[in-house]
C-alpha cells in the first residue's frame, strides 16, 4: 500500500495540467517524472509541494505516464492530452 496518491486533472487536457499529491503520512519532497507513450522520459524534476502544475500546451497530443516517487514508493497514472 502506498503512503500516497495522485490526482492528475482536467484528464484528458489541452494545456494546463494539476497533479494533487494526497499524502496518507508526513509529506516529504519527491520527484516528478513525464513519460510519453512508447517510456522515454520527457521531463525529471523535484518537487516540494503537494500541488503541482505542468504546461502541457506545446506538447504533442497523445497519452503520457506522469510518475511520482517520494518516499522510496511511487505512484504512475496516464495523462491524456487532446
Known sequence: MNNF???V???PSIGIVTIKIFNRSKF???KL???NSIGKNLLE????ENNIQL???NVAKGFYFIEVVSNNLSVTTKL???
Open 80 to 82: 491524456i492530452l487532446n
Open 33 to 35: 517524472i513525464l513519460r
Open 55 to 57: 504546461d502541457m500546451s
Open 5 to 7: 496518491d495522485i490526482l
Open 9 to 11: 486533472s482536467p484528464n
Open 45 to 48: 524534476t523535484t518537487f516540494f
Open 28 to 30: 516529504h519532497k519527491g
